[in-house]
């Protein structure tokens, strides 16, 4: 059975820094691809990154400033790392995989991480 299970999140005063974690198991990250996601409440998902089977990444352009996504073949995990945090961040981040990045449909999800940005 496949399952993603992301941590890292929490509060973080502005310009702050976290490294978010997703840990997979049922599959594995030289087979799938992992995308990280946001959605916060009454917004619509938000892809922010991903990262494919050869290690190629991809970003939203808007984003790509301050999110950084990474992968440990070895640990079945991937990262995102998120810098210089603002109020606007608050939400919660998801991890997904799927065969390709095409974060219109990815096939499994986490179960999600809440980040706060917040004095």
């Known amino acids: 059975q496949v399952h993603l299970v992301e941590s890292g999140g929490g509060l973080v005063q502005p310009g702050g820094s976290l490294r978010l974690s997703c840990v997979a198991s049922?599959?594995?990250?030289?087979?799938?691809?992992i995308g990280w996601f946001r959605q916060a409440p009454g917004k619509e998902r938000e892809g922010i990154a991903c990262i494919s089977t050869t290690g190629m990444t991809h970003y939203a352009e808007s984003l790509r400033v301050r999110f950084t996504i990474s992968k440990d073949n070895a640990k079945n995990a991937a990262y995102l790392h998120a810098n210089n945090l603002t109020p606007g961040d608050t939400a919660i981040y998801y991890c997904a995989a799927d065969d390709l990045c095409r974060p219109e449909r990815m096939a499994y999800w986490g179960q999600g991480t809440q980040v706060t940005v917040s004095s």
């Open positions: 049922g599959l594995s990250l030289d087979a799938y691809s």
